[in-house]
């Protein structure tokens, strides 16, 4: 197997909030003077790579927009290329022009981080790193250690000790080097940077500038798989920030390079029980506060302060985009109806739905609006959400079987 490593030459990464730049060929997420999260430069001019799509991969068919990557095929697990969905059914149902569910449950570990992930690997191996790390317990966690096995690195996870047993062994089974620590999540967090650094260990954290990159993929394929008739809003449930931001990069590359006539607006959607970004969003604040008791089933978005959060209340603002929160009654109402049309997501991903309900409710969306739901995760993977659901079932004798059925017809 060769591995080409090419350096990143000429490749710029700029502070979000101050514009100061940094070269890409060492791992730098944040900015020395303001502490705010680095953004690759944007590309400005590219097209789309024709291709046979059941054998390219995402980072082929979108080389112009990621340049610093020549090669991925001995990292790639096919990450990318997800189903959309348009609903006729819920679009008449709530009242919209049309209603758009891009499901990103058919990634390799079942949720759209390994778009960010095989990126995020990739620029590991590129600056020359042998081993990476990451710390959750959730689908990053997931993905990280699927993506660590693929490519043969050696990889760290590192995730609290509360976290249940059900939830580590779908992390475990991909064979990382698996740390449970007893602590507070953010002092494990902040300790587990100290030390990837001390060990030349790169850290592939949720906002990490190169794993916002591989979001921007997302963005380009509801390009394509909309004919370029963008949706008019996208909904995106939001914890770090990281995924949003790429989206909506993705988008804003799109355009300036002629394929799109005009960027989505963006709906950042939070649980009522920890919603930081809306409470700085509705006071028109241009910081994120501390969360004290953060609260909500939807786990996968229960970030108290979340990395890139100031940097999602400056993006809202040039997009005109905005912020939602929705209760996690809502939210498992709305995970109820995207089943009854066949999906079934993780509550972060039905927080979406449960925001365009929301929307309409409040008479915030007209009627004819095209609206895009990014469905982020498995509904498998938090199988605790469905006994906040009321489940059916009929339970009978061989010999009752008939006569049930006759009084069910
Ligand atoms: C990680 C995750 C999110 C939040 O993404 P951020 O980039 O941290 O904002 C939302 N939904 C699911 C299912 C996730 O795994
Ligand atoms: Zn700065």
Not at 132 to 142: K, Q, R, Y
Not at 157 to 167: A, D, L, N, T
Not at 221 to 249: A, M, W
Not at 390 to 398: A, H, I, P, R, S
Request: aromatic fraction near 8%.
């Amino acid at each position: 197997m060769t591995r080409r490593c090419f350096k990143i030459k000429n490749i710029k990464v700029i502070c979000t909030k101050c514009g100061k730049s940094y070269l890409a060929d060492i791992l730098q997420d944040r900015c020395d003077d303001c502490n705010e999260p680095l953004e690759v430069e944007m590309v400005k001019k590219g097209g789309i790579r024709e291709g046979n799509l059941l054998k390219q991969n995402m980072l082929e068919r979108y080389a112009d927009f990621f340049p610093y990557f020549n090669t991925i095929n001995d990292v790639s697990l096919r990450e990318g290329f997800s189903p959309l969905l348009e609903s006729e059914k819920l679009a008449n149902e709530i009242g919209l022009g049309k209603l758009y569910l891009k499901n990103e449950s058919s990634n390799p570990t079942w949720s759209f981080k390994d778009r960010g992930t095989v990126t995020g690997v990739l620029h590991a191996i590129k600056i020359g790193y042998k081993k990476i790390a990451t710390v959750s317990s959730g689908n990053m966690a997931a993905s990280v250690a699927a993506y660590g096995a693929k490519s043969g690195l050696k990889t760290y996870v590192f995730v609290s000790s509360q976290i249940p047993i059900e939830k580590i062994n779908p992390i475990a089974i991909y064979n990382p080097t698996l740390v449970t620590v007893e602590g507070r999540y953010d002092l494990i967090q902040r300790q587990s940077l100290r030390l990837s650094n001390k060990y030349g260990i790169y850290m592939l954290n949720s906002d990490a500038t190169f794993r916002v990159e591989g979001y921007k993929s997302l963005a380009f394929e509801i390009c394509e798989q909309t004919n370029f008739d963008v949706p008019d809003y996208v909904l995106v449930p939001n914890s770090s920030g990281g995924h949003i931001r790429g989206i909506e990069k993705g988008f804003r590359e799109f355009k300036e390079c002629g394929l799109i006539k005009k960027v989505p607006k963006m709906v950042c959607v939070q649980a009522a029980g920890c919603s930081p970004v809306y409470n700085a969003f509705i006071a028109g604040a241009d910081k994120v506060e501390r969360i004290d008791k953060p609260n909500t089933l939807a786990h996968g978005i229960e970030n108290a302060l979340p990395l890139s959060g100031n940097q999602v209340l400056r993006m809202l603002k040039w997009n005109n985009g905005l912020c939602v929160s929705v209760t996690d009654e809502e939210i498992i109402n709305a995970q109820a109806t995207l089943a009854g049309t066949g999906l079934l997501l993780q509550p972060e991903s039905a927080a979406t739905l449960a925001a365009v309900k929301k929307l309409k409710k409040e008479k915030y969306f007209r009627g004819d609006e095209k609206v895009l739901c990014v469905l982020t995760g498995s509904g498998l993977k938090y199988t605790a959400a469905f006994e906040r659901h009321e489940l059916e079932q009929y339970t009978c004798k061989l010999d009752e079987m008939d006569s049930l059925l006759g009084s069910l017809q």
